[in-house]
């Protein structure tokens, strides 16, 4: 998930179970970001300075980024795992990041969990966050990250969202 400068990103928005999801993808086809909203421009605004896109170019679809969005949300959980994805923050976020898609679909963990396995045990809310700057949802799962009572936690795309991804992955 190393930083590379893209001056244009390609767009597409497709429809899912779950509404509109979006996705930017660099020259070299790897997420700069993604979610349920059919905005570009606000999926732009979550990119790393250093790999914001200058020009956004919609397209009828992404490709291989497309399928797997389409294959997920008709049952293929595990298909996301090859997308790449490329995004830019301090060690901490970026291991945070890499290990957030290592959690199995049907198996969420909690923040505490993912403060554990990130390697800083004591900062819960740092693996919180981890989420919440996360700009490639879906394919970096922050989603299968629950609050320690077992409850939703946030989700920039609304918790409807969150438990109907949830509730796809357990069924």
Same mark, same amino acid.
Request: net charge neutral; with cysteine.
């Given at each position: 998930?190393?930083g590379?400068t893209?001056?244009?990103?390609?767009?597409?928005?497709?429809?899912?179970?779950?509404?509109?999801?979006?996705?930017?993808?660099?020259?070299?086809?790897?997420?700069?970001?993604s979610?349920?909203?059919? +905005? @570009?421009?606000?999926?732009?605004?979550?990119?790393?300075? *250093?790999?914001? $896109? /200058?020009?956004l =170019? &919609?397209?009828d679809?992404?490709?291989?980024?497309?399928r797997?969005?389409?294959a997920?949300?008709?049952?293929?959980?595990?298909?996301?795992?090859?997308?790449?994805?490329?995004?830019?923050?301090g060690p901490?976020?970026?291991?945070?990041w890499?290990?957030?898609?290592?959690?199995p679909?049907? +198996? @969420?963990?909690?923040y505490?969990?993912?403060?554990?396995? *990130?390697?800083r $045990? /004591?900062?819960t =809310? &740092?693996a919180?966050?981890?989420?919440?700057?996360?700009a490639?949802?879906?394919?970096v799962?922050?989603?299968?990250?629950?609050?320690?009572?077992?409850?939703?936690?946030?989700?920039?795309?609304?918790l409807?969202?969150?438990?109907?991804?949830?509730?796809?992955e357990?069924?």
């Open positions: 998930m190393a590379k893209s001056i244009t990103a390609d767009f597409a928005t497709v429809p899912t179970p779950a509404g509109p999801f979006t996705a930017l993808v660099d020259g070299d086809g790897a997420v700069l970001a979610g349920w909203i059919a +905005d @570009p421009e606000a999926l732009r605004a979550l990119v790393h300075p *250093s790999i914001r $896109p /200058a020009v =170019r &919609a397209r679809e992404l490709g291989p980024v497309t797997a969005v389409t997920y949300h008709e049952g293929d959980l595990t298909v996301i795992d090859a997308v790449t994805v490329r995004q830019v923050s901490f976020l970026t291991q945070a890499e290990i957030l898609r290592k959690v679909a049907g +198996d @969420p963990i909690t505490t969990e993912f403060a554990v396995v *990130s390697g $045990p /004591a900062a =809310r &740092a919180a966050n981890a989420c919440a700057r996360n490639a949802a879906l394919f799962p922050c989603h299968r990250v629950l609050r320690t009572d077992g409850t939703l936690g946030g989700f920039r795309y609304g409807p969202i969150k438990r109907w991804l949830l509730d796809h357990a069924a």
